[in-house]
């Protein structure tokens, strides 16, 4: 069974950092590629960034290039979200996506809020 486990969000300050997590099992990690999207308050849910299978290419949304990094980990099965500076615009709820071959689809995580406030 497919489960992804973001964690790490919270409440930041506007300028401060924040680097959220998500746990992978159930399938093979190491042959899938991920992102993470977000969703705001309000609005559609839009990808955030993209990792290939192998840690590379990665691709960002033009909103948060130049401050955001992912990164995977394919020994632990994580994927990681770096953002620094954050602003009152990254507030959304983060998750973490699988894109699983053969069909299969996209995978879900549960999300987690990310909240910039001073």
């Known amino acids: 069974q497919v489960q992804l486990v973001e964690s790490g969000g919270g409440l930041v300050q506007p300028g401060g950092s924040l680097r959220l997590s998500c746990a992978a099992s159930?399938?093979?990690?190491?042959?899938?590629?991920m992102s993470w999207y977000r969703q705001p308050p309000g609005k559609e849910r839009d990808v955030v960034a993209y990792?290939?299978?192998?840690?590379?290419?990665?691709n960002y949304a033009d909103s948060v290039k130049g401050r955001c990094t992912i990164s995977r980990d394919n020994v632990e099965n994580k994927v990681y979200l770096e953002l620094n500076p954050l602003k009152p615009e990254d507030t959304a709820v983060y998750y973490c996506?699988?894109?699983?071959?053969?069909?299969?689809?996209?995978?879900w995580g549960q999300g987690t809020q990310v909240t910039v406030s001073p």
């Open positions: 996506a699988a894109h699983l071959p053969y069909g299969v689809g996209v995978r």
């Open positions: 990792i290939s299978s192998l840690g590379y290419p990665t």
């Open positions: 159930g399938f093979a990690f190491g042959a899938v590629s």
